[in-house]
């Protein structure tokens, strides 16, 4: 039996994903196998290990050809029972640093710079970017 469960995502930027991912502190592998409970394995095109050792299950992103977009394939049980966290935690902390990435590259392919940068009590992010003319 799999333990394996899909998310779906909007990600479609690798290299900014490959941002986020290494902001959280995870090693990144390209097209590699996810590691889940019993050796289970599954192919990925981007796999994320997580930075403490004595986890031994991994985050992969596998491409959806139906969105174009890259869900996240993981063993999210054995995760939680390994370093504490659930999917929902682990997968709002990868979505939000690739959402700041992603929203960052748009703005500069535009024109415009980073003016300011905020983070509120509830971990909320507020950008001011500008464009001179």
């Not at 909007?10 to 409970?37: F, P, V």
């Not at 299950?57 to 869900?71: C, E, K, L, R, S």
């Amino acid at each position: 039996m799999s333990h394996f469960t899909r998310v779906k995502t909007q990600i479609m930027d690798l290299a900014c994903l490959e941002l986020a991912l290494g902001e959280l502190d995870y090693r990144i592998l390209h097209e590699a196998k996810i590691r889940g409970w019993q050796q289970q394995q599954r192919p990925a095109k981007v796999v994320a290990q997580f930075p403490d050792l004595l986890c031994q299950y991994d985050i992969g992103f596998v491409h959806n050809v139906n969105t174009q977009a890259y869900d996240m394939v993981a063993d999210w049980w054995a995760i939680r029972d390994r370093i504490g966290q659930d999917q929902d935690q682990i997968s709002q902390q990868i979505m939000q640093r690739y959402a700041y990435h992603k929203v960052l590259k748009t703005v500069e392919e535009q024109g415009f710079t980073l003016a300011e940068e905020r983070q509120d009590a509830g971990q909320n992010l507020r950008l001011v970017v500008r464009k001179w003319s």
